[in-house]
């Protein structure tokens, strides 16, 4: 049964009764079946039925416990490893919510008709599989970072939350509140001052590193030498697995480790790179453009198992460049500098009358934060399906290169590496049969 204002749209493939069974049947089914609220179509008003949004998550580790105490009641949870499951259900019903139900099939949620918000907060080989079928089943999506895997998974995500009109938003904030990691000052600010070229007109450069206030995690490596453990009875692992490929059972690679592996993220640069690079975008003015080049200086990589890198270099088709400086090289390094002046850690300044002139400028354009208010009046949240997508792009170029340890040129027209089969080639990175994409 279908929420009060809510179309099932059918594609011509599709009978015109699509039973519980179907639904669950296998992302392939999801793709040919988009439940859209009213807040979407534009039917009998903008808001849900109910004036509380209502929330699912997807996945019970770690990084879960940053969405529970979100707005908006949690009808449900869902996870393949039932430990995890039952610790993170007890939390919820502790808080005197005897509501939630949990799940082990992430595809119940979604077909379920009374949850708005899905909450995926699994690891990134899952982010576009869950959000494509959310989107398509016209439920809003709190992604967690990174926004996916792969460039192609991407690509298929933004197309698919753009056809189904569902508001979107990464579990990142840093370009609109906070301060902006180990800079001091917010990313804002920063703007403000590149905006009211207080630095020049560009090209500009960037360096996130631990001089300029960003440390890169290393210790989200892999390992090279894991033997084959018995996968244990309360959980999952086959489906954990999902589109990614087959490989034997090691507790390293999930779980709290799973950021060292190529098949699921992509070390330190996946774990960290959206907060870092996605505010730095905004800074820039380059929500729409990403780089023509990126050059890696890192050791030849394990084909498996993710190892750490020493220097990521973006440039843009302006000169514009971004440095990720791993072992803290550039001791003097500012966070960014243009042709006329630098800004430094502790929003320091070598412009003269710097902290007097900004204050003059204009603030940069209000963005929409509260992402229920996103949801109920169909504004785009500040980052989203697509400003969100080019920022994950730069840590996916950035995968690609420190996982072959080449330097690549990108052509962002035609989203391709330019003479590089082999870069093309994880772009779009092989999935198991069961679990192709749903588009």
């Not at 959980?235 to 090691?250: E, I, M, Q, T, V």
């Not at 690679?253 to 905004?282: A, C, I, N, S």
């Not at 992402?371 to 950035?398: D, M, P, V, Y």
């Amino acid at each position: 049964m279908l929420r009060r204002n809510q179309k099932l749209i059918v594609n011509s493939s599709t009978s015109n009764k699509i039973s519980r069974r179907t639904a669950l049947g296998g992302l392939a089914s999801l793709a040919t079946v988009s439940i859209v609220p009213s807040r979407v179509l534009g039917l009998n008003g903008q808001t849900a039925p109910s004036n509380q949004l209502t929330r699912a998550i997807l996945g019970c580790g770690g990084i879960s416990n940053a969405h529970l105490g979100m707005p908006g009641k949690i009808l449900a949870m869902c996870d393949v490893d039932s430990n995890r499951l039952k610790g993170q259900m007890a939390k919820v019903q502790k808080t005197g919510n005897k509501d939630v139900k949990g799940y082990h099939d992430f595809r119940e949620i979604i077909a379920r008709d009374d949850v708005d918000i899905i909450h995926t907060c699994t690891p990134p080989h899952w982010h576009a599989y869950m959000a494509i079928a959310a989107a398509q089943a016209g439920k809003a999506i709190w992604g967690e970072k990174p926004m996916s895997r792969t460039i192609g998974e991407g690509m298929a995500m933004k197309k698919a939350i753009e056809k189904a009109g569902v508001a979107f938003r990464i579990n990142t904030w840093f370009r609109f509140r906070s301060n902006f990691y180990g800079s001091g000052v917010t990313a804002r600010q920063v703007k403000k001052a590149v905006d009211g070229g207080l630095l020049g007109k560009g090209p500009y450069k960037v360096t996130l590193s631990g001089i300029t206030g960003f440390n890169w995690k290393f210790n989200w490596s892999g390992k090279t030498n894991l033997q084959v453990q018995p996968v244990p009875d309360h959980f999952d692992y086959d489906f954990w697995l999902g589109p990614a490929p087959y490989r034997p059972y090691n507790a390293h690679r999930t779980h709290g480790t799973f950021r060292g592996y190529w098949d699921y993220d992509g070390g330190g640069l996946g774990d960290m790179g959206q907060h870092y690079l996605d505010p730095v975008q905004y800074i820039l003015g380059k929500d729409d453009e990403l780089p023509v080049s990126v050059e890696i200086d890192a050791d030849p990589q394990d084909t498996d198992a993710v190892g750490s890198w020493r220097r990521i270099t973006y440039k843009y088709a302006d000169g514009t460049t971004i440095v990720l400086d791993g072992e803290n090289k550039d001791k003097d390094a500012a966070f960014i500098e243009g042709p006329e002046g630098k800004i430094f850690r502790g929003f320091k300044s070598d412009v003269k009358g710097f902290a007097e002139k900004l204050k003059s400028l204009p603030e940069p354009a209000p963005q929409v934060t509260d992402f229920h208010q996103a949801i109920r009046e169909k504004k785009k949240f500040a980052l989203n399906e697509q400003n969100g997508f080019n920022s994950c792009t730069l840590i996916n170029l950035g995968k690609i290169a420190h996982r072959l340890n080449a330097n690549l040129k990108f052509n962002p027209k035609k989203m391709q590496f330019v003479d590089n089969a082999l870069a093309n080639s994880l772009i779009d990175q092989p999935c198991r049969e069961k679990w192709k994409l749903p588009v």
